[in-house]
């Protein structure tokens, strides 16, 4: 079976209150230039992204490039996580800095250690 490195509509959180469900039920990690807020969710499929870019990252164009690259470090990995969780993307400033390499080893990094990671088959 092929794996598809979609991200559907019904694979996004939307809705405020997806939102502060997640930063007041979940947990948080933060680490390099992400925060990591989650919280397993039983009876979904797959993992549920909420991505949160402030006005502190910089202008619309640096805001747009930060969500852009968590977007894409997501998806490219979302088969590696485990199923059934809701996962919010919070950027920090110094997101600004970094290139797509650095961005995904801190996002590797931060979901290893909120155990979201399926074990190396």
Not at 98 to 106: G, L, P, W
């Amino acid at each position: 079976m092929t794996l598809r490195y979609r991200l559907p509509r019904s694979a996004r959180l939307q809705k405020k209150c997806e939102f502060d469900a997640v930063r007041a039920e979940g947990s948080r990690i933060a680490l390099g230039c992400l925060i990591v807020n989650w919280m397993k969710v039983t009876g979904a499929s797959g993992c549920r992204l909420g991505i949160v870019v402030g006005r502190k990252v910089g202008c619309a164009v640096a805001r747009n490039r930060a969500r852009r690259l968590l977007r894409e470090v997501f998806r490219h990995h979302q088969h590696d996580l485990s199923d059934s969780a809701a996962v919010v993307l919070v950027a920090r400033p110094s997101i600004n800095e970094k290139a797509y390499a650095a961005v995904e080893r801190d996002f590797l990094a931060a979901m290893g250690e909120a155990g979201l990671l399926k074990a190396a088959e």
